[in-house]
């Protein structure tokens, strides 16, 4: 493949962590117990060109926050889950997540723990696709989605995902009891919470029967809210992310649309593989020639998916065994469409941020 005679890879950035916030549950069940409100940040965050219905918004900081878990963890004796702990950098900052699992009583009245995987991932995905298509509000200030579940079915279904209401509802359930623990490299805690921070109704006996076609609801993670309050967002095409077959093709298209706001045919993204296994919450194989084959296999869905035109790997051996691969940096060039949409996501990005600076939101 051709290398190309420039790379950026991701540039630091001023990053504001949220406050330190304590998990607290609220006793608050049905969406007539809040104040709702449908401020301007969330006019901006649902606003769309028409030619824009397949895209949705990747948040700042919160979206690369390695919190699901892609592999089976299994029980021993049907014990509980230790917290997973991982450490990851956004924008060269150092973090590390701890991800304690969800309690979720089973159909056999067993209580389980579990981690949230990729269908708890696309069903967030979801629901913000719906937030992002005129259902969105705020409750008590909390940026929010209504929805039923056959709307949310649909939704998946619509990108090739077909889970039924059950799994669905397990999700929606998993997303709720499963808490993340942010802290500095140097063991600060800024941030505590629950993936959602409310699911109505919060029990799943409460969505038997009428829940099914009745208006739920999902409160999102603070630091969604405080990404669409401050504008910190950007498009990104989700019909393409959606239909991705591949783990690492999902998350490297969501870093990319966030972070690669300059790409164009004559500019390369640039990534380690080690980053990309640190970052995306992966589980490394023994060797990393067989973790490069498997993101191989994902850059090759993104070149068919036309997000990439092309990549070349450079590898990366132990300077004491030649034949030892230790790492690589994969150079990627943008495919025309991926770099047209950056363009677009640039004059939206800049449009929200004149907006909420004009009016002091």
């Given at each position: ?66 919190k699901y878990v892609y592999w ?96 669905i509802k397990k999700a929606l ?128 869905e993104m070149v068919e998916k ?56």
């Amino acid at each position: 493949m051709k290398r190309l005679t420039k790379a950026v890879k991701d540039k630091p950035a001023d990053i504001s962590a949220a406050p330190p916030k304590s998990v607290v549950k609220s006793p608050k069940k049905r969406i007539d117990d809040y104040e709702l409100s449908k401020p301007v940040q969330m006019e901006l965050f649902e606003s769309l060109l028409p030619d824009d219905k397949n895209f949705s918004n990747t948040i700042e900081f919160y979206d690369f926050c390695p919190k699901y878990v892609y592999w089976r963890i299994e029980r021993l004796q049907d014990k509980f889950l230790d917290r997973l702990e991982r450490d990851f950098a956004c924008r060269g900052v150092e973090y590390r997540i701890s991800i304690d699992p969800a309690k979720i009583k089973d159909s056999d009245g067993v209580v389980r723990d579990y981690f949230p995987g990729v269908v708890e991932e696309l069903v967030e995905d979801a629901l913000r696709k719906l937030a992002v298509d005129g259902h969105g509000l705020f409750l008590d200030d909390q940026a929010a989605v209504t929805f039923t579940l056959y709307e949310l079915q649909h939704e998946l279904s619509k990108t090739g995902h077909t889970y039924s209401l059950e799994q669905i509802k397990k999700a929606l359930m998993v997303c709720v009891g499963t808490t993340i623990h942010l802290t500095t490299s140097g063991g600060e805690t800024i941030f505590s919470d629950h993936l959602f921070e409310t699911v109505g109704l919060n029990t799943r006996e409460d969505w038997k029967g009428q829940g099914k076609k009745t208006k739920a609801f999902v409160r999102f993670n603070s630091l969604v809210t405080k990404s669409i309050k401050e504008g910190n967002w950007r498009q990104f095409n989700y019909e393409v992310s959606m239909r991705f077959k591949h783990i690492v093709s999902r998350q490297l298209n969501k870093r990319m649309s966030h972070n690669f706001t300059q790409a164009n045919l004559a500019t390369n993204y640039s990534i380690a593989l080690s980053t990309m296994l640190r970052d995306f919450g992966l589980t490394p194989y023994k060797y990393m020639r067989d973790n490069l084959r498997h993101v191989t296999k994902a850059l090759e869905e993104m070149v068919e998916k036309k997000v990439i035109r092309s990549y070349e790997v450079s590898d990366i051996y132990d300077a004491a065994r030649k034949n030892k691969l230790v790492d690589a940096v994969i150079n990627i060039k943008p495919d025309l469409n991926f770099a047209g949409q950056t363009i677009r996501a640039n004059m939206k990005h800049q449009e929200v941020k004149y907006l909420l600076q004009k009016d002091q939101i």
